[in-house]
């Protein structure tokens, strides 16, 4: 298969960090083949596991992979779609976008960070953008060193545009001060009422937004989510967002708090993902 060549990418990190009483696979999430099964996503979007996960095939235009050592480049079939399609769109202007994390080969919750990011739905999609000069339309890039934006330009808002847009897209969530700059953005770009229905304001993500799908038609046992509240979230809701109360949500976790966590999730998987366990 040729997404092979992806699976030879082992992540230092989870490598070193995952012998503190973890389970023996954790230290091979970043190589693991996905199931060889029909792509289906199981179970909620922060508790479920990705069947026949499918990646890309390292022709797409206007696509940059970055941290490809977290091995969490692999989607549903509509994800890896619609990152195609925004990929043509910015390629046709000489620019490329940078792809952050997907899931993981069998999805399934991770050991550090992203609580959700479990069934191949989810997708981090960076605001800087690359031009042509910055070097070939598919590489690997690592994003340790991405600042965080003070403005969103053209090119970020023609993004979240675009997948605002798309029928598949079910919520993307984004910095509450970016949010509340699109409530009052009135250039040629400005999105329609139904765009900015899906921009849910959200801890952090002040250097990428992150997209989620839909339930796919051909994953039964997927589980969605509560519906996107009514309106264009840029009332009294997104105000909430510049509290005290809202600050104080900001905390790092602790390791010890995120090992319990995830040993937690693992244990407590829907049963049709029985293969996430399996070491390869």
């Known amino acids: 298969m040729t997404y ?51 990646t890309f095939t390292g022709k797409e235009k206007g696509l940059v992979l970055s941290q490809m050592k977290r091995g969490r480049y692999w989607g549903h079939p509509d994800l890896i779609n619609l990152l195609t399609r925004v990929g043509i769109e910015f390629n046709n202007s000489n620019k490329k976008i940078i792809i952050g994390d997907l899931s993981q ?33 598919f590489r690997v890039l690592e994003t340790e060193e991405m600042k965080q934006f003070d ?34 953005y009135s250039g040629s770009l400005k999105l329609t009422a139904e765009e900015q229905h899906k921009m849910r304001a959200w801890w952090g993500h002040d250097d990428h937004i992150h997209v989620r ?4 038609s051909d994953s039964p046992l997927c589980a969605s989510q509560k519906p996107v509240p009514a309106g264009d979230g840029c009332g ?11 600050k104080a949500g900001t905390a790092d976790a602790s390791w010890p708090e995120l090992k319990s966590a995830y ?18």
């Not at 897209?169 to 001060?177: A, D, T």
């Open 213 to 216: 799908l839909k339930c796919p």
């Open 4 to 54: 092979r060549i992806f699976t030879l990418a082992l992540s230092l990190f989870v490598t070193t960090s995952c012998s503190h009483n973890l389970p023996d696979f954790t230290s091979r999430l970043s190589a693991r083949l996905p199931t060889d099964s029909k792509p289906e996503a199981i179970g909620e979007y922060a508790m479920g596991c990705l069947q026949g996960a499918q």
């Open 263 to 280: 040993l937690d999730k693992i244990k407590n998987l829907p049963a049709q993902c029985s293969f996430y366990y399996d070491t390869f």
């Open 105 to 137: 080969s069998r999805g399934g919750p991770t050991i550090t960070g992203h609580n959700s990011h479990q069934t191949g739905l989810d997708v981090d999609v960076w605001f800087k953008i690359l031009t042509k000069i910055d070097g070939p339309s």
């Open 151 to 184: 403005e969103l330009g053209d090119d970020q808002i023609k993004l979240i545009k675009f997948m605002a847009h798309d029928s598949t897209v079910e919520r993307i969530f984004i910095n509450p001060s970016f949010k509340k700059k699109l409530c009052i």
């Open 236 to 246: 009294d809701d997104l105000n909430w967002w510049f509290t005290d109360e809202a």
